[in-house]
């Protein structure tokens, strides 16, 4: 029966794949912009809070108090004056693709990213 052993050389080269993929998920968690900000449109207008601070804001939309919690580059809908509050219910969003509408309250929020300049830019024409 042939078993294969390890070797130095396999441990030292586990370790550094090791080190090298902790440096990876360290520089991918710590890229994130303190440019990005949190747009909030309401029927008096459009407001920006930026994400590196943690606040509790609201926001008024046509039947009442929305309130917004902003917390480590993330937010998430508290209360609302609508009447099923679905807008409550989907948690703390961090992704500038997902918004969060509380549509009777006329109240929406949306994380706003700052374009770094190495981005590809993708024209609207399409074939």
Not at 38 to 59: I, Q, S
Not at 77 to 90: L, M, R, W, Y
Request: include cysteine.
């Amino acid at each position: 029966m042939n078993t294969m052993k390890l070797t130095i050389t396999d441990g030292v080269i586990c370790i550094l794949f090791s080190i090298i993929s902790i440096l990876i998920i360290i520089v991918l968690i710590s890229n994130k912009s303190s440019n990005d900000y949190l747009l909030v449109n309401t029927p008096d207008g459009d407001f920006k809070y930026y994400l590196d601070h943690d606040k509790t804001v609201e926001a008024t939309g046509h039947l009442g108090k929305t309130i917004i919690e902003i917390s480590k580059g993330k937010f998430k809908f508290i209360d609302s004056a609508c009447p099923n509050k679905t807008c409550t219910h989907t948690g703390f969003i961090s992704s500038s693709l997902i918004p969060v509408i509380c549509l009777p309250n006329g109240v929406s929020a949306k994380i706003i990213k700052k374009q770094k300049k190495h981005s590809i830019q993708i024209d609207g024409v399409a074939m």
